[in-house]
T-cell receptor
Framework: GAGVSQSPSNKVTEKGKDVELRCDPI?????LYWYRQSLGQGLEFLIY????????KSGLPSDRFSAERTGGSVSTLTIQRTQQEDSAVYLC???????????FGQGTRLTVV | QKEVEQNSGPLSVPEGAIASLNCTYS??????FFWYRQYSGKSPELIMF????GDKEDGRFTAQLNKASQYVSLLIRDSQPSDSATYLC??????????FGAGTRLFVKA
């Protein structure tokens, strides 16, 4: 595709359920980021994938959060046993390398009720 | 200390004025610096990047970098109401990842 694609665009889930968010980066981009943005707040770094290197998971807020990137392309962010404080917009971004412009998807708005 | 700090604002300027947005960062090994603009309900989009000390100009925008002071700024000349948005400073750190500041909300009054 022409840009970074995220799905679903909106997700409402019940507290305690697991959710999976998907990111399809721009073809050829080796770097992929996940960020979280709560209402009116800045971007909170979650996890970073660069090529075949081990991901930087230092931003994941708890062990309920995990992410993988298959074949160096599509990434999924999984949140287990969702809590209300997980409600936010989850943004995925990709870039050609580790030091270049990041292109963002439109985000997944997650609401935990 | 946060890795990337910005004044959350809001910063309000009249139309036609210069808007000055500031950002400081903690990692002296940081290599690249980006300014993104985010309209309400939209995703961030890049407006400027700067790698070297000094000024970089692009149209009405000027990015300024001072690595010794660990400071980067964005100047918007002849501000327009359409410039009203949140401006996010992003830093590619020595830890090899891009960290964003919390953003500064800018309002340009017509």
């Amino acid at each position: 595709g022409a840009g970074v694609s995220q799905s679903p665009s909106n997700k409402v889930t019940e507290k305690g359920k697991d959710v999976e968010l998907r990111c399809d980066p721009i073809s050829g981009h080796t770097a992929l980021y996940w960020y979280r943005q709560s209402l009116g707040q800045g971007l909170e770094f979650l996890i970073y994938f660069q090529g075949n290197s081990a991901p930087d998971k230092s931003g994941l807020p708890s062990d309920r959060f995990s992410a993988e990137r298959t074949g160096g392309s599509v990434s999924t962010l999984t949140i287990q046993r969702t809590q209300q404080e997980d409600s936010a917009v989850y943004l995925c971004a990709s870039s050609l390398g580790h030091n270049t412009e990041a292109f963002f998807g439109q985000g997944t708005r997650l609401t935990v009720v | 200390q946060k890795e990337v700090e910005q004044n959350s604002g809001p910063l309000s300027v009249p139309e036609g004025a210069i808007a000055s947005l500031n950002c400081t960062y903690s990692d002296r090994g940081s290599q690249s610096f980006f300014w993104y603009r985010q309209y309400s309900g939209k995703s961030p989009e890049l407006i400027m990047f700067i790698y070297s000390n000094g000024d970089k100009e692009d149209g009405r925008f000027t990015a300024q970098l001072n690595k010794a002071s660990q400071y980067v700024s964005l100047l918007i000349r002849d501000s327009q109401p359409s410039d009203s948005a949140t401006y996010l400073c992003a830093v590619y750190t020595g830890g090899f990842k891009t960290i964003f500041g919390a953003g500064t909300r800018l309002f340009v009054k017509a």
